[in-house]
């Protein structure tokens, strides 16, 4: 197990804001190199944030910073941003699966434009993404894959209203079902999913406003939890679908107050989360 990331080489995707963001400034933190992957190059009055403002902060936090604009649906800007690291860091030790497209919509409700949207980013973008990284974290002494996808949980309360979504998620954890034995010995491959909702731009545009961030926790959990992850013995720490706040449980953390975007509000349980907070399965 390390004790830190410092001088190893994290690949994040979806970078610009929310998790992602949080996720590389506390690799930068510990002094790894960061490499932010994602669309946002401009400000946008809805999506604040963009990978060149998150370079700066990773920089400011005490790594080293490369922003490199992606979209996941395109085959040849993911192996730009592989070329890219290349180039300047020579290696990969960590990808970070964390860029996806939600529409929690039911069948006759999505169209045939937002399903392709949800299936090439979250299931093609997230598979295509570790298999372009690959073959240079089987070089890499502390490999590891983390995707930010929910415990495999075929229970149809989960599929009744937004099947599609639900189902494009999943891809992401099966691939950590798959992978973690494809690889097994070689490259870690694991799930994280928050046991509550996390203040994101797709909880406050898309899902609940301002009502919902304030019952949801910061990204500053997940990026911790992440951390926890990262850390592990890849070879022994591999198939795993981790929820944050066990995770984080089992390495001592028991006060989870500060994480609250407002502690005097009810959280609200995630989706993919059943009400007593369960959902960590180990393979």
């Not at 797709?202 to 990204?219: C, D, I, K, M, W």
């Not at 992440?226 to 679908?241: E, I, Q």
Request: proline share 4%; charged share 25%.
């Amino acid at each position: 197990m390390l004790s830190s990331l410092r001088g190893r080489v994290v690949v994040v995707t979806g970078a610009s804001r929310g998790i992602g963001r949080a996720i590389a400034l506390r690799a930068a933190a510990d002094g790894a190199r960061v490499v932010l992957a994602a669309k946002t190059t401009r400000e946008h009055a809805k999506l604040p944030g963009t990978i060149h403002q998150v370079a700066a902060e990773c920089e400011e936090a005490g790594g080293e910073a490369l922003a490199v604009k992606c979209d996941l649906r395109d085959e040849t800007q993911m192996a730009e941003v592989v070329s890219s690291v290349l180039e300047r860091f020579a290696t990969i030790d960590v990808l970070v699966n964390n860029a996806s497209a939600i529409s929690l919509t039911g069948t006759l409700d999505t169209p045939f434009k937002i399903y392709d949207r949800m299936f090439d980013v979250n299931a093609r973008g997230s598979w295509g993404m570790t298999r372009l990284c690959l073959p240079h974290l089987l070089e890499s002494d502390h490999a590891h894959v983390l995707n930010l996808a929910p415990p495999v949980d075929l229970d149809p309360k989960w599929f009744a209203r937004h099947s599609a979504y639900t189902l494009a998620k999943m891809a992401m954890s099966l691939w950590v079902l798959g992978m973690s034995q494809e690889f097994a010995g070689k490259v870690a491959f694991n799930a994280l999913w928050p046991r509550t909702t996390i203040d994101t731009a797709a909880v406050r545009n898309l899902l609940g406003g301002e009502p919902l961030a304030r019952r949801s926790r910061t990204p500053q959990i997940m990026a911790d939890a992440a951390h926890a992850v990262l850390l592990r013995d890849p070879k022994s720490f591999t198939g795993n679908f981790c929820i944050d706040e066990e995770l984080l449980g089992e390495t001592g953390v028991t006060d989870f107050e500060h994480y609250a975007v407002d502690p005097s509000e009810d959280l609200q349980i995630d989706l993919f989360v059943d009400e007593d907070g369960g959902g960590s399965s180990i393979l």
